[in-house]
């Protein structure tokens, strides 16, 4: 079985700060990861996403997430935070070849003027 | 181009009863999936629709249930419903059922229990 967990249910930042919202999981074989934002009263959009290859991943709006083997992390970054940036984030892994993703219970980012 | 439609965007019901709710696919997409996120939580993958079958189920008991039609768009239906059941309800369509297919979702329909 697979598990996510994400460190911190809110993340706050000023503008213009680096954002780091983090993600460890727990696959018994090859992870699919991904991460997705949802804006108030909206569905979830995907971010970005890592299945194999390039273990550092761009997504939109700037973001980025590097997956981490050794320490089962898919972090998610960007330089520099925007107030368009507030929302809730949400890490989710796939088995490899199995469709049934887990999510993790989300970190709400707040960016501070 | 129209993206992932659901109806209706609220809805409130009594214990016991039973509830159907509606999912018009993204364009060209052929694959529902249902998922429900309890407040504060993420959401919680239900089951998968693919040629009008499910094929892929989480844990959730019989009592919830599905259904996709030819034109690609999917119903859920909750019977004999529990305050527990309480939460928005996703739906998200893709082009294939792979996990590297990417899924586009719907602005969800918030179920109310009493």
């Known amino acids: 079985a697979q598990s996510v967990t994400q460190l911190g249910s809110h993340v706050s930042v000023s503008e213009g700060a680096l954002v780091l919202l983090r993600c460890n999981y727990s696959?018994?074989?090859?992870?699919?990861l991904f991460w997705y934002v949802q804006y108030p009263n909206q569905g979830l959009q995907l971010l970005l996403k890592y299945t194999t290859g390039a273990t550092l991943v761009k997504g939109i709006n700037g973001f980025e997430a590097e997956f981490k083997k050794s320490e089962t992390s898919f972090h998610l970054t960007k330089p520099s935070a925007h107030m368009s940036d507030a929302a809730e984030y949400f890490c989710?892994?796939?088995?490899?070849?199995?469709?049934?993703?887990?999510f993790g219970r989300g970190t709400s980012l707040i960016v501070h003027p | 181009d129209a993206g992932v439609t659901q109806s209706p965007t609220h809805l409130i019901k009594t214990r016991g009863q039973q509830v159907t709710l509606r999912c018009s696919p993204k364009s060209g997409h052929d694959t529902v999936s249902w998922y429900q996120q309890a407040l504060g939580q993420g959401p919680q993958f239900i089951f998968q629709?693919?040629?009008?079958?499910?094929?892929q189920r989480g844990n959730f008991p019989d009592r919830f249930s599905g259904h996709q039609f030819p034109n690609y768009s999917s119903e859920l239906n909750v019977n004999a419903l529990l305050l527990g059941d309480s939460a928005l309800y996703l739906c998200?369509?893709?082009?294939?059922?792979?996990?590297?297919?990417?899924?586009?979702f719907g602005p969800g329909t918030r179920l109310t229990v009493l």
């Open positions: 629709y693919y040629e009008e079958e499910e094929r």
């Open positions: 696959s018994s074989v090859p992870p699919y």
């Open positions: 998200a369509s893709s082009m294939g059922q792979s996990s590297t297919d990417t899924q586009y």
């Open positions: 989710a892994v796939s088995p490899g070849g199995s469709y049934i993703p887990t």
